[in-house]
């Protein structure tokens, strides 16, 4: 099989939705399910696929889109042979919650401690469905679930995850989030933004390989990517990751307003240099002393920007959350370091906003549903995750771990770097998981080929 | 070839391994307990070292000849402080059990139990290692514990003290890391 260089729209009605690009919707509901019949799971997805929304361009935004996503275990419960199982990757196989040590998903995010039945293999797919309002999304839930029922339930709904948009695109600690994210070299699919690529030496960016993020086509080494055998199988396919990251909304707001008041900074400030950008997406890279909103609004100024001037991280610090999450040009060696790392994020968060002010804790669960879309699950999320983000060693920081989303025990610190530097410390749990899967997304031939067993 | 980096050396072993000994072989590298606690880990000048078994090549496709191997095959590497001698003999006294264990499984590896049998299996076995890459060449092993061990206690000694006015700063200094007043 040869590598194809281009996407064509062949592929793009192939490819599932929300991969290439995001639907954005304002609610969403996602339906793990547990499929106890092959030939039940079977004739359930054959009347599923031609409801799946796919890559294809819009003219007008749908009212609501679904997709689906398998685990291993649910691979296994569809009736797909060992053998095939087999020639899946390996982490992919073990599951998100086998890999906990080395994602940092210990002590509070253990997955002994995991809810809804995430990570305990009774989890056999994921149903996404997104809807332009609450209505809409009902209406398709009930739909998806109605045909689950029936028979002897051997077809069930083991957990629901809800989750809906914060004003502006923001997550819980009030950042507009999702707006860097990889350009990918796939036409019609999206914009083309300054600073979504590849850094390529002194100026300019170029769009990553479609194969870093789908089956069947040449990645950054141009080859083709891992892929499960038969080909039909993993064509137009993606791996999948979904976490569901409880934030401690209160516990930031205090330890942003303590670390302040010992620093003599800005609550406002920390929090950009914790993140790297202002709370309404401007860059600190681009804008170091307050924020800029026409910037961060522009989507062709807003990432174009690249740390080769701030080797010392005095404008954005060297441990922000994404700088580490996407360092860009700031590990050297141009785009050799970083085009093979990316992830494609579709996060969502879920849970109420937890009002202006509030500084206690008021107990309700919220957080983001982070989910991303790639070609390895272990060349992109696992080493972002445990490399860049829940360790410091590679960018000569230590054992430091990311501010906002690693898993802190209270002896963790973060460099502010300046003249003098300012240490934040000591590092509060902010983000804890409480639950995730490693997902494969077929290719809606590859939906089809599951349906009709194999 | 490239077996030496400044002061470090590198090791490089491969051992054909009976076809029908291959699982059991696997069983006793699984059962090796990580980290501090592995045998690899008693010597104490050992930067990087472990054990991988090579069951078949990987074909990558594409109008490639494939190759096979006559047998699966154990790779050993190791890199390490010092000369290779010094090195083997280390192995050889501190964690014979494990490796004779290990290398017992292999094709050609002597019956008898004497520390200087398995070195010279090791030696005969042994292969040039082509590209031996080291970030600290001229860095010890024990030299880059005692750097990250100060560079924690000198974290550690800033998140604390960065409060501090200048005097108590120097006071405190001086009474974390020593040095004169001048």
Redesign the interface.
């Known amino acids: 099989m040869t590598a194809s260089t281009t996407c064509a729209r062949t592929d793009l009605r192939d490819i599932q939705g929300n991969i290439l690009r995001g639907y954005r919707h304002p609610v969403a509901m996602h339906l793990f399910v547990r499929i106890g019949d092959a030939g039940r799971g079977r004739a359930w997805l054959g009347g599923l696929v031609d409801q799946v929304t796919n890559a294809e361009p819009w003219q007008a935004k749908p009212e609501s889109t679904v997709n689906i996503a398998f685990t291993a275990a649910g691979l296994g419960a569809l009736g797909v042979p060992e053998a095939t199982l087999a020639s899946f990757p390996a982490e992919f196989l073990q599951g998100m919650a086998a890999r906990a040590d080395l994602l940092g998903d210990t002590g509070a995010s253990a997955p002994g401690r995991w809810e809804d039945g995430l990570g305990t293999g009774g989890i056999h797919a994921m149903v996404a469905l997104q809807a332009r309002s609450p209505e809409l999304l009902n209406d398709r839930v009930r739909a998806v679930e109605r045909a689950l029922e029936g028979g002897n339930g051997e077809l069930a709904v083991v957990s629901r995850q809800p989750a809906a948009r914060l004003p502006e695109y923001r997550e819980h600690f009030g950042f507009v989030d999702g707006l860097g994210q990889p350009w990918v070299d796939c036409p019609d699919t999206g914009g083309v933004y300054n600073g979504q690529g590849t850094p390529q030496g002194g100026r300019g960016w170029k769009p990553v390989a479609l194969g870093e993020f789908l089956l069947g086509h040449a990645d950054e080494e141009g080859?083709l990517p891992d892929a499960p055998a038969p080909d039909v199988l993993g064509h137009n396919g993606s791996f999948h990751v979904f976490r569901k990251l409880r934030q401690d909304v209160a516990g930031f707001r205090r330890f942003l307003r303590q670390q302040a008041a010992?620093?003599g900074a800005t609550e406002d400030l920390l929090a950009a240099k914790i993140v790297g950008r202002w709370a309404d997406g401007s860059p600190l890279e681009l804008s170091p002393d307050r924020p800029d909103p026409g910037m961060a609004r522009d989507p062709d100024r807003n990432n174009d920007f690249r740390y080769g001037g701030d080797a010392a991280g005095h404008r954005c610090p060297i441990g922000a959350h994404i700088r580490r999450a996407n360092p860009r040009d700031a590990l050297g060696f141009d785009e050799q370091m970083v085009s093979r790392h990316r992830l494609i994020r579709r996060g969502i968060p879920y849970g109420p906003p937890l009002p202006d002010g509030i500084e206690d804790d008021d107990g309700v669960d919220r957080g983001l549903l982070f989910m991303a879309a790639m070609a390895s699950l272990t060349r992109q999320f696992e080493f972002v995750q445990s490399q860049w983000l829940n360790d410091g060693n590679i960018l000569s920081l230590?054992t430091d771990r990311d501010a906002i989303t690693g898993d802190q025990d209270r002896t963790g610190?973060m460099t502010v770097q300046g003249s003098p530097?300012?240490?934040l410390?000591?590092l509060e749990l902010l983000t804890v998981t409480l639950g995730g899967e490693y997902l494969f997304m077929p290719g809606i031939t590859a939906l089809r080929w599951l349906s009709q067993g194999v | 070839m490239a077996n030496t980096a400044g002061q470090a050396t590198a090791l490089s072993v491969l051992s054909p391994i009976h076809p029908e000994r291959l699982e059991s072989l696997e069983a006793t590298l699984a059962a090796l307990p990580l980290g501090e606690r592995s045998p690899l880990a008693r010597v104490a000048t050992t930067h990087f070292a472990r054990w991988v078994v090579i069951g078949q090549l990987v074909y990558e496709g594409g109008g490639q000849k494939p190759d096979t191997l006559g047998s699966p095959y154990l790779l050993f590497t190791s890199n390490f402080d010092g000369p290779l001698d010094e090195y083997l003999e280390d192995l050889s006294q501190l964690s014979f059990r494990e490796a004779h264990a290990i290398w017992s499984h292999c094709i050609g590896f002597p019956k008898g139990k004497a520390p200087r049998q398995l070195i010279d299996y090791l030696m005969s076995h042994r292969v040039d290692t082509t590209m031996f890459y080291s970030a600290y060449p001229r860095t010890t092993v024990a030299q880059i514990r005692e750097s990250l061990a100060l560079r924690r206690r000198f974290g550690e000694f800033v998140t604390r003290s960065q409060a501090l006015d200048p005097s108590a700063l120097m006071r405190a200094f001086r009474s974390a890391f020593g040095g004169s007043p001048s």
Do not use: A
């Open positions: 080859v010992t620093l230590g610190k530097p300012q240490f410390w000591p």
